[in-house]
Every structure is written in C-alpha cells, then in structure tokens.
C-alpha cells in the first residue's frame, strides 16, 4: 500500500486519480484544493485531511516525512504554472510526483527540477491522459 496526497481534488481529473488510487488499494492521507471538492474525496477516502489553503496542507504533510506513513506519491493536477512549485513542493516532502503535461512552462526549469530530484532522491513522473 503507498501513500498518496493529491494537490487538487476537484474538477475533471482528480476523482479518477481517486478512483485509481482506491482501486489500487492504496491510501489517501490528505489533500489540499482551494475550492471544496463537493464530496468527492470523502466518497474514496472520508478518512483523509482537506485542505483549502495549501499553507494548511503543507506543515502535516511535511510532518509526515521520514515516518511510517510518510507521503509516497504527490499527484498534481492543477493550472500549468504551479506545476513547478507543486512539483518542488512534493519532492521536498520526500515524496515522488506525478504531474500531468507540461510540468514547467519553459523548458529552462526542467534542469533545476533534474536537480531537485537529485538533492531529495525522487522523481517527478508524467501522466498522460489517455482519453
């Protein structure tokens, strides 16, 4: 079982990510979007934290680092230009991040986010909508 905490959790994409992420048998722990996700993450996961202010999300989730039930993978399906800081913000946490296209708006930042995987050792992966 891995650990999950989305960034986004209304909107089109993210209650598939949910959906798989359950399906999987896989844990959400928390989640932050700025906007209420109208019950979509309690129908999965009514356990899991949510948060409206990603201030609020971010000090839990960094808390979790180096434990038992540490972050494994943060998903990230938010506007393009906070993919980067989203991105940082996950592998910071310890976590692997799976970010939909483009991960950065110039192609400049994908050498500083190459090394920001070296520094925490994780990796920043692609998801490709199918549909």
């Known amino acids: 079982m891995k650990n999950f905490a989305p960034i986004d959790a ?15 048998g896989n844990a959400l722990l928390a989640s932050y979007d700025k906007f209420e996700s109208g019950g979509v993450m309690d129908s999965h996961f009514p356990e899991a934290d949510f948060f409206t202010e990603f201030e ?24 393009n230009y906070l993919h980067d800081s989203h991105i940082r913000f996950g592998l910071r946490v310890g976590a692997d991040v799976i970010c939909e296209k ?30």
């Open 102 to 131: 483009p991960l950065v708006l110039n192609t400049w930042n994908i050498e500083a986010l190459a090394e920001v995987e070296k520094q925490y050792e994780k990796r920043c992966l692609i998801f490709r909508n199918l549909d």
């Open 56 to 79: 609020r999300f971010d000090l839990p989730v960094e808390k979790l680092k180096g434990t038992e039930n540490g972050i494994e993978y943060v998903s990230i399906c938010l506007p």
């Open 10 to 24: 209304a909107g089109y994409i993210p209650p598939r990510h949910m959906k798989a992420i359950k399906d999987a």
